[in-house]
């Protein structure tokens, strides 16, 4: 079973983002982080993946510390940075992820591609901000690592990309990854997540399983959510 550990962190700048934050997640098992702007959500997952050190704490994988070659190779994050060239087509960009990641699954990545009618003759400054999202996520998703981080991945997508991406998440999830998902978009996310972390700079933060949750409150997360953005959550 897969057991992602996070240990105390924090994270301060010139002021605190967080801290003494800890909680484990287990192989699929789905966590949706959510919270305002500027609460540290983007934050929390480049610490997760190794892309910011922690001030405080630690971050283990499966028994293996952030700098080890075996966390490493079992995260895949898909960031809102602009990762690729814009003249770059979508073919060199699979190939170039087949040469830097052994475990890439090109085949997969082409075929769930091919289902999005995304071309590989396409250059990426070609894509609307909505193919970029799929782009990269397939690749990262293909990369079959254990470990799967989301930065807002349905900002841009549309309704049926936003249900084919929860398949896609769920299934994943079934195949013992832990997947951890930052996002604004509350609408229909009861049927994704498993447990929820709000972030909130002003009190304790922990993760909650969201179906307890719920049967607590009498509500839906998208209630649940408006009550926490009103900082009245208790």
Sequence with gaps: ???????????????????????????????????KNGTGKTTLLDCISGKKQVSAGT??????????????????????RNYFEPTETIRQILLEYRILFPT???EKAV??????????????????EGSKVKVKLVCE????????LLDEPFA???YSSRIQVKKMLRKASGENKIIIVSTNFIEDMDTLFTDVLFMNPFRYCDVIN???????????LKEIYEEEADDSFI
Excluded at 141 to 148: G, I, Q
Excluded at 210 to 220: A, I, M, N, Q, V
């Design 104 to 106: 890439f699954q090109l």
């Design 156 to 158: 841009y997508l549309d």
């Design 210 to 220: 969201l179906e307890d949750l719920r049967e607590r409150k009498g509500k839906s």
């Design 59 to 80: 971050v283990q994988y499966n028994g293996y510390l952030q700098n080890s070659v075996n966390f490493k190779t079992s995260v895949a994050y898909v960031s809102t």
């Design 141 to 148: 998703y293909a990369k079959a690592t254990s470990l799967l």
């Design 111 to 128: 075929e769930q591609l091919e289902l999005w009618q995304i071309s590989p003759k396409q250059k990426w400054q070609e894509l609307s």
């Design 1 to 35: 079973m897969n057991k992602l550990q996070v240990i105390e962190i924090g994270k301060h700048y010139k002021k605190s983002i967080f801290q003494d934050l800890s909680f484990h997640l287990n192989g699929g098992q789905i966590l949706g982080i959510l919270g």
